[in-house]
């Protein structure tokens, strides 16, 4: 039975490229940092734009269902989740950055 229910999920859907493209230049920030902190001669040059990716990535469409009775929009709920906390990253990352350059 537990086989046989599998089959009936819906697959997850594919990330689209903006939270893919976020999450390769959160790895890339983060790693900038840690090199920052562990030699202070290192510099903060040249990181990715985390706020233009953010940006991109709130300005997906989400789907909506159509009707006044439909049930709630779990993917529209689920985008602003997302992105809700990739802004907070992207804050929490550019302060770190500015703190780090002074």
Do not use: C, K
């Not at 804050?91 to 350059?101: F, H, P, Q």
């Amino acid at each position: 039975m537990t086989l046989e229910a599998g089959l009936y999920e819906d697959p997850r859907p594919a990330a689209p490229a903006p939270l893919l493209d976020f999450a390769n230049n959160v790895e890339t920030t983060l790693w900038a940092l840690g090199q920052a902190l562990r030699d202070p001669a290192y510099a903060l040059d040249h990181l990715p734009d985390l706020r233009a990716d953010q940006r991109a990535l709130a300005d997906l469409q989400t789907s909506s269902r159509p009707g006044r009775d439909a049930a709630p929009d779990l993917a529209g709920f689920r985008h602003a989740i997302l992105v809700s906390e990739t802004d907070r990253m992207t804050n929490s990352l550019t302060t770190m950055t500015r703190v780090l350059r002074r």
